[in-house]
């Protein structure tokens, strides 16, 4: 999965993947200081038992390949259901 981040220098970015059945992903990367980047990635807010996936990093660029690879995680999570 890629997202469709927004381009430019904004201190917020974010954006929503979802897979072919409808369950959606959102992610947002944003900026802490000159060489910190937050990124976060959280399933569709209805979803049960909310987990929500963050790390630091020191590029944007690498924020929004963390928060891709999260939400990837996520998914394959979800697609294997309750243990």
Same mark, same amino acid.
């Given at each position: 999965?890629?997202? %469709? @981040?927004?381009?430019? %220098?904004?201190?917020?970015?974010?954006?929503? +993947?979802? %897979?072919?059945?409808?369950?959606?992903?959102?992610? #947002?990367?944003?900026? +802490?200081?000159?060489?910190?980047?937050? @990124? +976060?990635? @959280?399933?569709? !807010?209805?979803?049960?038992?909310?987990?929500?996936?963050?790390?630091?990093?020191?590029?944007?660029? #690498?924020?929004?390949?963390? !928060?891709?690879?999260?939400?990837?995680? +996520?998914?394959?999570?979800?697609?294997?259901?309750?243990?």
């Amino acid at each position: 999965m890629i997202g %469709n @981040w927004s381009i430019g %220098n904004d201190p917020l970015l974010s954006t929503t +993947l979802w %897979n072919h059945t409808g369950r959606r992903y959102h992610m #947002t990367v944003e900026r +802490l200081a000159p060489d910190k980047w937050e @990124w +976060l990635a @959280w399933r569709e !807010a209805d979803a049960m038992g909310q987990v929500v996936q963050r790390g630091v990093t020191s590029s944007s660029d #690498t924020a929004m390949v963390a !928060a891709e690879d999260a939400v990837a995680t +996520l998914e394959i999570v979800a697609a294997a259901g309750p243990a």
